[in-house]
């Protein structure tokens, strides 16, 4: 069900909610509110689909900020979405333009659910500081996506404003793929890596972020080698990685878009099918854990320590 | 000599790392009884589900043992069906396809021409397919051949483990079918597998809410205080199922409702909510408090009215008409066998004294459902009138196993309107509607934890014996009985369990 509501105000958005919710029983026990921040210019749809996709794991209360242009008259316009267009979850999507766009905390504000977290999640370009943006600081947890608006310094400077709470999905990304780089370890010999090498395109991030939780766990020289951009851009970004140890290299290479090979000296090649993570599936899994992250906060700062080299021609 | 230590720790893996996945190491299972109902509707969907979800390790090898004569070919089509039919998750071409390649099928009898054949098997996918060695073996077949499997086990070299290496042992209920031949058994499987490398499943130490009595006991603040004699009034452990025995005579006539279903799954359950609070939530320390609490429990005597038990005869199931036991193909037309029960247990400690559980299991009852209804007593003084409270019952916290997991909790509250009336009413928080619809099934769970090592959720052996303990009594005064009541089916359960209930002036809770 899609209630509209143009020209609104909270009071009557939140009044929407809880008839909404008395009509409809299936709507209980959500468990955290999602406060979704993009411009109106973005992909509303996919960013609406995104949030859906997730809340089927997690119930949530969805609230879409869409801001407009600053300059014009303010105004704000509602869409409540409960039942089906919702998935698991009640959405409120709402465009604001004027005044209404720099006072974006208070709009939320009467709309969080009681003594539930608040999650702010920023789909495509993020604040300089996320902990300091009046959304960030409702905020236990902050996602952002760094894979959006790749700039040369982006990783330095979510190393250098990191607050307890952030994350971002160019780690979730790499969550399958670092436990099958884990589980190489596992096997014996138990022999401690000397050097590591790794590589993937530029503009990559999950590449370097890849590179720093290596260099933190691992405490020996990690080295991040650029190459030449992908052909297929479904493929894993981390292409290669080498780990060097007494007995020989153990490698972990991407084959195709879903499949990785493991290789250790003196024993069988084996092949393991890894599924590419949608934009969904990372959502899903920054709101599994609503604790501060202190292994992406490790893996950040580690990347001083990486080694990088170019091999582009 | 490879650089091991046997305290060795991934450095990849950190405490504060709750993301990075728990994959199983190298390793591969091999099935005994693969082409029976539970490998094909349970076991083979949920090896799929796991590797679908990416925690198989690479290289994970399936091994079948049957006496049929098939292709590798022939068990990845079979695999495959079972899959398609049975898996949870989406079926994923590519991890199928890495799934047959490790999928393999050895034909055999439980004979040495058979294990030997195994046995050169494995060997080989240790070489080819990494599997280091490393092999856990499913005995999904009747317990009557666990004595076979095990000795052609050892005989062939295969129970022992190499170095850096290890070989455990999935066994299933029934565990006997009295203390004596619990113990038997366990001999025998015990003098082939130390106890550590036996993983006895009770796949419902799988399901989430069960776990969650646990987190719910001993995470909160809320419950704990009240959960003793001085609040607790009784406490009722309900397995309820709608089906009938069509088909199933080979391995019910003569078992009954008691064995199958109060020996594992309601004692395991019983243990769970009467238990103390462990030391730590570490696997020796869970069976340390379970085993003391099946130590202190006991039947309540005398059995003749303690007990109930009940044979179901033809009515309705909802809206279809079915036979009784005794015309079911197979069935004995004068089995004693019972297909409800139902019995009182007591518990000897400063927190349960006084406190009866009752337990009931059943076939053909009203419908399908599991739950533990923990019923408190009244409260102690009343300001509001007889006629003020007509419609508060007592409060109660109930425990759904399934389906729909969840608890509920009952209590009084006032009705609206200018009089005062006070009428139950429940708060409820149902699992699927707070979480995931992605909680893995539990043979799925119980399979990970097996590569895992990780034997929490697993009944020991010294757990089977003393839940048989408390049960013989019961079975024996019940085998020199005769016939059990009749039940009409649809119904929940024979006018006995009721009266049983209505000596202490309770009743049963309609689940």
């Known amino acids: 069900m899609i209630i509209n509501l143009p020209h609104t105000t909270t009071r009557k958005i939140a009044a929407s909610l809880l008839e909404a919710r008395e009509s409809n029983s299936q709507i209980t026990g959500r468990v955290l509110t999602l406060i979704v921040v993009a411009s109106a210019e973005d992909d509303v749809d996919h960013i609406i689909s995104v949030t859906r996709d997730a809340s089927h794991e997690h119930p949530a209360r969805v609230i879409v900020l869409l801001t407009g242009d600053a300059d014009e008259d303010t105004h704000l316009d509602a869409e409540v979405r409960v039942g089906g267009h919702a998935g698991a979850s009640e959405m409120v999507v709402m465009r604001l333009t004027g005044e209404l766009t720099h006072h974006l905390e208070s709009v939320v504000t009467p709309l969080l659910l009681p003594d539930t977290p608040v999650v702010a999640w920023w789909p495509t370009t993020a604040p300089d500081n996320p902990s300091e943006h009046p959304i960030g600081e409702l905020a236990q947890r902050r996602i952002t996506n760094a894979a959006h608006d790749v700039t040369a310094d982006i990783l330095t400077r979510l190393r250098d404003t990191y607050a307890p709470g952030d994350s971002d999905m160019m780690w979730s990304k790499i969550t399958g793929w670092r436990g099958i780089v884990a589980s190489t370890l596992d096997r014996h010999p138990h022999e401690p890596v000397e050097a590591v090498t790794l590589s993937g395109p530029a503009g990559t991030p999950s590449v370097d972020i890849a590179a720093g939780w290596l260099a933190d766990r691992l405490g020996v020289p990690v080295t991040r080698v650029i190459t030449a951009p992908l052909d297929d851009d479904r493929v894993f970004p981390v292409r290669h990685l080498r780990f060097d140890r007494a007995s020989g290299p153990l490698t972990v290479d991407v084959l195709d878009h879903r499949t990785v090979r493991v290789a250790l000296p003196g024993r069988p090649e084996s092949l393991v099918s890894m599924v590419i993570r949608s934009d969904a599936d990372c959502l899903s899994e920054e709101l599994r854990h609503l604790d501060p992250d202190l292994a992406y906060a490790n893996a950040l700062r580690g990347l001083p320590r990486v080694t990088v080299t170019d091999e582009r021609d | ?511």
């Not at chain 2, 439980?110 to 397919?129: C, N, S, V």
């Not at chain 2, 205080?225 to 069509?246: C, F, K, R």
């Not at chain 2, 739950?371 to 109930?398: D, Y």
Request: aromatic fraction near 10%; proline fraction near 6%.
């Open chain 2, 1 to 511: 000599m490879t650089a091991t230590t046997p305290d060795w720790v991934n450095p990849l893996r950190a405490a504060d790392d709750k993301r990075l996945p728990q994959i199983a190491g190298p390793s591969g299972m091999v099935i005994f009884g693969v082409t029976g109902d539970l490998a094909r509707r349970k076991l083979l969907p949920a090896i799929y589900d796991l590797a679908n979800r990416g925690l198989l390790p690479a290289g994970f090898t399936l091994v079948g043992f049957g006496r049929r004569a098939w292709s590798k070919q022939d068990f990845e089509d079979y695999v495959r069906e079972a899959v398609e039919a049975g898996a949870r998750t989406k079926f994923r071409e590519h991890v199928w396809e890495r799934l047959a390649e490790g999928a393999h099928f050895v034909e055999g009898n439980f004979d040495e021409a058979g294990f030997d054949r195994l046995a050169a098997t494995l060997a080989e996918m240790d070489t080819t397919r990494g599997t280091a060695g490393n092999w856990a073996f499913y005995l999904s077949v009747p317990p009557d051949y666990f004595s076979d499997v095990c000795h052609q086990l050892q005989r062939s070299g295969l129970a022992e483990a190499g170095e850096d290496s290890w070989r455990r042992v999935i066994i299933e209920k029934p565990f006997g079918h009295d203390q004596e031949t619990a113990r038997e058994l366990n001999q025998v499987v015990n003098a082939v597998f130390p106890e550590k490398a036996v993983f006895r499943i009770d796949h419902y130490l799988g399901k989430e809410t069960v776990q969650n009595i646990l987190a719910l006991r001993f995470a909160n603040q809320l419950f704990d205080p009240l959960w003793n004699s001085h609040y607790v009034d009784h406490v009722q452990i309900t397995m309820a199922e709608d089906i009938g025995l069509g088909g199933r005579a080979g391995y019910y006539d003569g078992i009954g409702a008691a064995r199958d279903v109060i020996q594992n799954h309601l004692i395991q359950l019983l243990a769970l909510i009467a238990m103390e609070e462990p030391v730590a939530f570490e696997p020796t320390e869970l069976q340390a408090e379970k085993v003391k609490v099946l130590r202190a429990t006991s039947p309540v005597y005398p059995l003749n009215k303690t007990t109930a038990r009940g044979q179901y005869t033809a009515g309705w199931q909802g809206s279809q008409p079915v036979i009784g036991l005794r015309e079911e193909e197979g069935f004995d037309p004068e089995s004693t066998t019972e297909t409800y029960a139902a019995c009182t247990l007591q518990i000897h400690s400063r927190r349960w004294a006084g406190v009866p559980f009752y337990l009931r299991t059943g076939k053909r009852l009203g419908r399908r459902v599991t739950e533990i209804a923990v019923v408190f007593k009244e409260a102690p003084h009343q300001p509001f009138t007889q006629s003020q409270r007509t419609s508060l019952g007592q409060n109660a916290v109930v425990i759904r196993v399934q389906p729909d997991e969840g608890v509920l909790m009952r209590f009084g509250s006032k009705v609206p309107g200018s009089a005062m009336e006070v009428r139950d009413v429940n708060m409820d928080f149902s699992y699927a509607e707070a979480f995931t619809e992605e909680s893995p099934e539990a043979y799925e769970r119980l399979i990970l934890d097996v590569l895992l090592d990780e034997p929490s959720l697993f009944p020991t052996n010294e757990e089977v014996e003393l839940s048989w303990e408390i049960l013989d009594p019961i079975l024996d005064y019940w085998a020199a009985q005769g016939r059990p009541d009749g039940y009409r089916a649809g119904t929940w359960g024979p006018a006995s369990a009721d009266r049983m209930l209505e000596r202490t002036g309770r009743t049963w809770r309609r689940p």
